[in-house]
Structures are given as C-alpha cells and as structure tokens.
C-alpha cells in the first residue's frame, strides 16, 4: 500500500522480520511523508489484509510485528489501494518449447520478500539473447537457455527457502534451528547468504546452508 503522512526518517528504508509471530513489516519512504508499505503474514491467517477497510488491521498487525512502527504510522493514512498476494515462488520446469521462450515472470516468479523478480528477468533476457547469438539453430539456443534458466533459478529457489526458513517460519522445528542460528549469526552476520544482493551465482552447497543454519 501506498501510504503517506508518515513519521520518521525519510532516509530509511526499514524491512523487520518476526518469525515468532511468521510475520514482516517493511516501509520504503521515497520523500513527501510517502512510503511504499508493506505486512507479510502467513495464508493461515483467519483474515486477509485487502480493501480499504482492512486499513485498521494492516496498521495494528504491523505494530504487533514490529512495535516501532507504532510511531511511524502514529498519523500515516492510505494514498492508494490496499491489495494482498500470495508469495510463494512458482516456475516452470525447463521454459522452452517448439520454438516458444518463457522469460520473467512467465517462466519463474519468487518470493518478492526478497527482491529478484526484476534481475530474474533481466538475466532470463540476457541469457536468452546470449544464447540466440552464439548458435544458429534457434531451437538449440532455446533449449540452452532454458537449462541455464533452471540452474540460476534453483539456485535463487534454494537460498529463499533458506531465509523463510530461519527468518519467517514460526514451527517449533524453525525456533529450534534459529536457537542455533541465530547467536552464531549475530556474531558474524556473513552467515547470512547474501543471494537477495549478490545473485544467484553465489554457491548453494551444503556449506553455506550448513554455516547459515549453525550447524558448523
């Protein structure tokens, strides 16, 4: 939701996960008292956050995720509609056929928690095109671009799992793993895998899930 009077920084951009609660709430100001708001929760929820009277809600229940968006939303109102969806990733598998390419978010969509969506679809179109160049036969170029397709985004699919995992799964079996996790992580935050910035060229082995979970 766009929503605007809002309190605090301009100059800061605010993403706060509880994964107690499996919930987020983030605020992007982009000047004027504006911000692109966002509340991430579970689709078990006994309610979904949509229409303009929902508003009450969306405000409350990011406060209850994140208490210090209690002052940023203290005076903030709604400049544009309140729109839900889900977010879970989905793909197809190997996206060419007789001819037809799938870039975007037709061959692939992930998680916008974690902003790929547009780089995704950058590199689908780099990729494709590097591909059309280097071969002659159009099909063979497709069905090369199509594996490589699968590779980079497995890759993005794996490290998103990760961090819903540890950051936004409320299960006891992820509080469990976030008892191990998390005091490691503190200490040396590189823990993290750092795919969301820097791509989906970063490996995704058992040792970067391992060091990420506290498990070495």
């Known amino acids: 939701m766009l929503v605007g009077d809002l309190c605090g920084r301009e100059d800061l951009g605010l993403v706060i996960y509880n994964p107690d609660l499996g919930s987020a709430a983030a605020a992007f ?3 004027g008292g504006r911000a692109r708001a966002y509340f991430g929760y579970q689709t078990s929820a006994a309610y979904r956050i949509q229409r303009r009277d929902k508003l009450p809600l969306f405000f409350s229940e990011s406060i209850r ?8 939303y203290s005076k903030a109102k709604d400049c544009g509609p309140l729109a839900s969806f889900e977010t879970s990733d989905s793909w197809i598998e190997h996206p ?5 390419a799938l870039i975007g978010d037709a061959a692939a969509t992930s998680d916008p928690c974690y902003g790929q969506g547009m780089g995704l679809t ?5 990729v494709l095109r590097d591909h059309l160049r280097a071969d002659s036969d159009g099909n063979r170029a497709g069905h090369a671009y199509a594996a490589e397709h699968d590779s980079y985004f497995g890759r993005c699919h794996k490290a998103s799992s990760w961090l ?5 799964d ?3 079996r992820a509080a469990r ?3 191990k996790a998390m005091p490691l992580i503190a200490q040396d935050p590189t823990r993290v895998p750092d795919h969301t910035a820097g791509g ?3 490996p995704t082995d058992d040792f970067v899930r391992d060091r990420f979970f506290g498990e070495i």
């Open 29 to 31: 100001p982009f000047g």
């Open 65 to 72: 995720s994140a208490p210090i968006f209690a002052d940023i």
């Open 96 to 100: 060419y056929r007789e001819g037809l």
């Open 122 to 126: 950058l590199r689908d179109v780099r």
């Open 164 to 168: 819903r995992f540890i950051f936004q």
């Open 170 to 172: 409320p299960t006891p």
């Open 177 to 179: 793993q976030r008892q």
């Open 200 to 202: 989906p060229d970063l």
